[in-house]
């Protein structure tokens, strides 16, 4: 009898994200040093079950600037810092320019200029 060595194969399965909770409705900052970062966490993805949940933000306009911090915790990114006034910013006003975040990850934000901003994710 003839056999033939196997191949094996990989495939990931995702489920599409129908929906997700931030951690707050609102985020107040100043443009003044020390009140101008803030955080907005993932409380809630669905459906639930999902893992490894990603997620794209973007801003409507420059008034602010994302980046990525850790969540903290044992899920957390170690290789970001907690505190937003030490992450990496950069404009995310369109979507070829938005901040992915991750598991473990929180999006940070930056006031930049007075005004208000809806984050899109």
Request: aromatic share 4%; net charge neutral; no cysteine.
């Amino acid at each position: 009898m003839n056999t033939a060595p196997s191949d094996s194969v990989t495939f990931t399965v995702s489920t599409r994200v129908k929906s997700i909770t931030p951690d707050r409705k609102s985020l107040t900052l100043g443009t003044q040093d020390g009140a101008q970062y803030g955080a907005v966490g993932i409380a809630k993805v669905n459906p639930v079950g999902v893992d490894n949940a990603s997620v794209k933000w973007t801003s409507g306009n420059a008034n602010v600037e994302l980046g990525l911090i850790s969540s903290g915790g044992p899920d957390g990114d170690t290789d970001l810092p907690t505190d937003p006034s030490k992450a990496a910013y950069a404009s995310a006003v369109t979507a070829d320019t938005g901040v992915l975040v991750s598991s473990g990850q929180t999006l940070a934000v930056k006031a930049v200029k007075p005004g208000i901003v809806k984050l899109t994710g």
